[in-house]
């Protein structure tokens, strides 16, 4: 005897479908989320790398270790701040490689030759746009700990793009103030 699909049956079918259509739905925004991600992080990382190596070719060596003052950092040493960044945020905390960064050293004015500055930016940048091109979506979601508390390795990209982003414009800012009127814009 064949027994015939109660309407119950039919509904429970329904929706079963309808959830499982639901969930590759979101499986499939999810992952286009994560291309968006990748692909705005990938172009935010090659902006800043482009933006900052064009400043750095309108100063010499001595411009690049100028200060405003005591107070304040020179280039170099806002260079070698997100170079240490990148070793522990990307290298470290992405990529699980060994790192010892020491963040008050990098802050101490140190002579750096322009050429090794623009060789870091160039590097370590790379990295990073390296890293976001090639990372999978699972390890996107992957914590690591930063200042005691559970981050996802998107979340910190996110926060890095945010804190170099920052630092570029003080290296504006700077460049602006040594050449005046002779800088030239970098968002051109």
């Given at each position: 005897m064949r027994r015939t699909a109660s309407n119950k049956d039919k509904i429970v079918a329904t929706a079963y479908l309808f959830n499982l259509q639901a969930a590759n739905q979101l499986k499939e925004d999810i992952t286009m989320s994560y291309d968006f991600n990748r692909d705005w992080l990938s172009k935010k990382f090659e902006e800043i790398q482009r933006r900052i190596l064009k400043a750095l070719q309108q100063l010499d060596d001595e411009q690049v270790n100028w200060r405003p003052d005591h107070t304040s950092h020179s280039i170099s040493t806002l260079v070698k701040h997100i170079d240490g960044n990148i070793q522990e945020r990307i290298m470290k905390g992405i990529l699980h490689q060994d790192v010892n960064r020491n963040r008050e050293d990098e802050l101490k004015p140190t002579y750096i030759?322009?050429?090794?500055?623009?060789?870091?930016?160039?590097?370590?940048?790379?990295?990073?746009?390296?890293?976001?091109?090639?990372?999978?979506?699972?390890?996107?979601?992957?914590?690591?700990?930063?200042?005691?508390?559970?981050?996802?390795?998107?979340?910190?990209?996110?926060?890095?793009?945010?804190?170099?982003?920052?630092?570029?414009?003080?290296?504006?800012?700077?460049?602006?103030?040594?050449?005046?009127?002779?800088?030239?814009?970098?968002?051109?």
């Open positions: 030759k322009k050429s090794e500055l623009e060789s870091v930016i160039q590097h370590s940048l790379q990295l990073v746009i390296n890293t976001v091109n090639q990372i999978t979506d699972e390890h996107l979601e992957q914590k690591q700990v930063v200042r005691n508390r559970e981050r996802s390795n998107l979340d910190m990209l996110h926060q890095c793009a945010a804190h170099y982003s920052e630092h570029m414009g003080q290296i504006f800012y700077i460049a602006k103030q040594i050449l005046k009127e002779n800088y030239k814009s970098t968002s051109i």
